[in-house]
């Protein structure tokens, strides 16, 4: 998805930096994650996330309405008809050069829900020989050039993985968890005004 703040005309006027904040709330980041590997509609999701069908509907359509995700289709039940809904990957991963900029606050709101998710996905964490993954947690100063090619090769083996995904529960499959947050920093140190 193109994350930024100016108007985006082909969205009459809305801006990205809303769509963004869209995505703050750990139930729709578990929305997208759903429909990164299958179709859904609002009663499945409902299902698999334990909500009542009236709130999937809601987070639903916040989600549509800030471009998030788009409707695929309609399936016929028990008379009436159903939307099914899915994330495009493909729009999700704009290059980085095509990105429009963001404020800190509204990326800092998303942080947040992220966090709040992790630990929920935390909770159900699989230990053993078979269940390692990699934990990184860092504050470092790199070679510019060096960040580049490390951040674009995490964000390919990202888009790999949401391409891989599949149905929830689909046989053969596992449930893992994907956190990933790459940033430049401020440099914090103090001007020689400020250390006087």
């Known amino acids: 998805m193109s994350l930024g703040d100016e108007p985006d005309p082909a969205r009459s006027g809305r801006t ?9 709330h ?19 999701i409902a299902r698999e996330l334990g909500i009542s069908h009236a709130n999937a509907s809601y987070h639903l359509r916040l989600l549509l309405s800030a471009h998030s995700i788009e409707v695929a289709g309609q399936e016929k039940i028990r ?3 159903a939307k099914r ?3 495009d990957v493909n729009q999700a991963f704009t290059p980085p050069g095509d990105r429009k900029h963001l404020h800190a606050d509204d ?5 947040a829900a992220l966090a709040a998710e992790l630990q929920r996905r935390a909770r159900e964490i699989v230990t053993g020989p ?3 993954g990699t934990l990184t947690d860092a504050e470092l100063w790199v070679d510019l050039d ?8 995490i964000a390919q083996a990202s888009e790999h993985l949401h391409r891989i995904a599949q149905r929830p529960h689909r046989p053969g499959t596992v449930r893992v968890s994907a956190s990933i ?4 920093m401020r440099d914090s140190t103090p001007t020689p005004q400020e250390q006087q």
């Open 130 to 132: 078979e269940a390692v």
């Open 26 to 44: 750990p139930i729709r980041l578990r929305i997208l994650s759903l429909l990164t590997g299958a179709e859904m509609s609002a009663a499945e």
């Open 79 to 81: 008379g009436g008809q």
């Open 16 to 24: 990205v930096t809303g769509d963004l904040r869209a995505l703050a």
């Open 85 to 87: 809904y899915r994330y």
């Open 181 to 184: 947050a790459l940033f430049r």
């Open 146 to 153: 060096e960040w580049k090619q490390i951040r674009d090769r």
């Open 107 to 111: 990326v800092q709101i998303v942080y």
